[in-house]
């Protein structure tokens, strides 16, 4: 009886100190990216096949991007690409 109290008293202070020291969410800032989302409108109609825009974010950055979402009936040239001075120019094609 009494080794099955150490073994419980054991077991309960090695799952505190281990909860303790799982705790801990700087991971959560390590890979954290900037998500954009349109809030302009682009009017598209089923007899254009493809469309070219220029989509100015409010960063004023240079570097690269990559679209993530995007409807089926749509085909983008390029999934990544180069935002220069917060300005992109996309591709695509309407399926």
């Known amino acids: ?9 054991f077991t309960i202070i090695l799952g505190f100190i281990l909860a303790i020291t799982s705790c801990n969410d700087d991971f959560l800032d390590k890979n954290q990216r900037a998500m954009y989302s349109a809030t302009d409108t682009l009017f598209l109609n089923n007899s254009m096949e493809t469309a070219n825009i220029t989509y100015t974010l409010p960063s ?11 409807p089926t009936w749509l085909s983008f040239n390029s999934m990544n690409g180069e935002m220069t001075n917060g300005t992109i120019q996309l591709s695509f094609a309407i399926k």
């Open 1 to 9: 009886f009494i080794r099955m109290k150490r073994l419980l008293y």
């Open 60 to 70: 004023s950055e240079s570097c690269n991007y990559s679209i993530y979402m995007f």
